[in-house]
T-cell receptor
Framework: GQSLEQPSEVTAVEGAIVQINCTYQ??????LSWYQQHDGGAPTFLSY????GLEETGRFSSFLSRSDSYGYLLLQELQMKDSASYFC?????????????FGGGTRVLVKP | DTEVTQTPKHLVMGMTNKKSLKCEQH?????MYWYKQKAKKPPELMFV???????INESVPSRFSPECPNSSLLNLHLHALQPEDSALYLC??????????????FGPGTRLTVT
């Protein structure tokens, strides 16, 4: 099976930088995705890493180390609208197709 | 159009009722998914359809019955549910289930309450 660990909650002020770590144990690992979900909203895709290294998308960056089974999401220049839950999700690819298994989620609270 | 729509938004049903959840996308995606999400928990995969065929069933009880009538539509038929089935049911789609299709697009969900 799969297991993912990420912190349950992080609080920061506007303009700050937050790093959300994710460690995973899985078989058939293909990549690590990050999704954002506001309260009452749908998960929305943020970033994906299949290879080691850093992917940058605007204020958000994601990193993966396959050898360490570890990744992180970096949120820079935090804004109030970034208050949401952030999920890492491992992507496994089987004959039946790809599937996502989500971590427990990290609730980010941005304060003025 | 990068939207996945779901109806209804809210549903209250008794344990003896039969109801259906509907999901639609017009992005030409050939993979569609059903997830269940309990409050303050992550989404959990239930079913995957690839090219209108069921490819993954995550050992979901038979009281949940998925159906994919065509490449744009996905239904979830509900029968004899239990109160613990109350949750947000999310539909998602992706281009296909190949390795390059890593982004899933989620609908807003149907909030189901079983009484």
């Amino acid at each position: 099976g799969q297991s993912l660990e990420q912190p349950s909650e992080v609080t920061a002020v506007e303009g700050a930088i937050v790093q959300i770590n994710c460690t995973y144990q899985t078989s058939g690992f293909y990549g690590l995705s990050w999704y954002q979900q506001h309260d009452g909203g749908a998960p929305t895709f943020l970033s994906y890493n299949a290879l080691d290294g850093l992917e940058e998308t605007g204020r958000f960056s994601s990193f993966l180390s396959r050898s360490d089974s570890y990744g992180y999401l970096l949120l820079q220049e935090l804004q109030m609208k970034d208050s949401a839950s952030y999920f890492c999700a491992v992507r496994t690819l089987k004959a039946a197709g790809n599937k996502l298994t989500f971590g427990g989620g990290t609730r980010v609270l941005v304060k003025p | 159009d990068t939207e996945v729509t779901q109806t209804p938004k809210h549903l209250v049903m008794g344990m003896t009722n039969k109801k259906s959840l509907k999901c639609e996308q017009h992005m030409g995606h050939r993979a569609m998914y059903w997830y269940k999400q309990k409050a303050k928990k992550p989404p959990e995969l239930m079913f995957v359809y690839s090219y209108e065929k069921l490819s993954i069933n995550e050992s979901v009880p038979s009281r949940f019955s998925p159906e994919c009538p065509n490449s744009s539509l996905l239904n979830l038929h509900l029968h004899a549910l239990q109160p613990e089935d109350s949750a947000l049911y999310l539909c998602a789609s992706s281009q296909d289930t190949s390795g390059s299709s890593y982004e899933q697009y989620f609908g807003p969900g149907t909030r189901l309450t079983v009484t």
